[in-house]
């Protein structure tokens, strides 16, 4: 089973963009879809993207699509999320999660979800 480490929270004015990245120990990486979540304060946690074993297929929650950007490099065991034009609403702890099932699995739904991260925090000023 992996881990997962994140990076690359911090604060930011509201218009500007951030890139958080996952670090995934093991030598399965490319086995897992991966997603990323969020949880703001006083809130649920709630999806915000995935992505496939292959990078073939990507989603979003409809609140960032447009403004983020999930990818990945299994050559370096790591997954992205390049965040642009960012919100005040954006401010939450994201973290990324992973599972080896389909990637369509884990869209809103955390019980196919296997292994979790720490969270990163990022906090969006108005």
């Known amino acids: 089973q992996v881990q997962l480490v994140e990076s690359g929270g911090g604060l930011v004015q509201s218009g500007g963009s951030l890139r958080l990245s996952c670090a995934a120990s093991?030598?399965?990486?490319?086995?897992?879809?991966m997603g990323w979540f969020r949880q703001a304060p006083g809130k649920e946690r709630e999806f915000v993207a995935t992505?496939?074993?292959?990078?073939?297929?990507?989603y979003y929650a409809d609140s960032v699509k447009g403004r983020f950007t999930i990818s990945r490099d299994n050559a370096k065991n790591t997954v992205y999320l390049q965040m642009n034009s960012l919100k005040p609403e954006d401010t939450a702890v994201y973290y990324c999660?992973?599972?080896?099932?389909?990637?369509?699995?884990?869209?809103?739904?955390?019980?196919?979800?296997?292994?979790w991260g720490q969270g990163t925090l990022v906090t969006v000023s108005s």
């Open positions: 992505i496939s074993q292959n990078d073939a297929r990507t």
């Open positions: 093991g030598r399965t990486f490319s086995r897992y879809a």
């Open positions: 999660a992973a599972t080896t099932s389909a990637v369509e699995r884990i869209i809103g739904n955390y019980r196919y979800l296997e292994v």
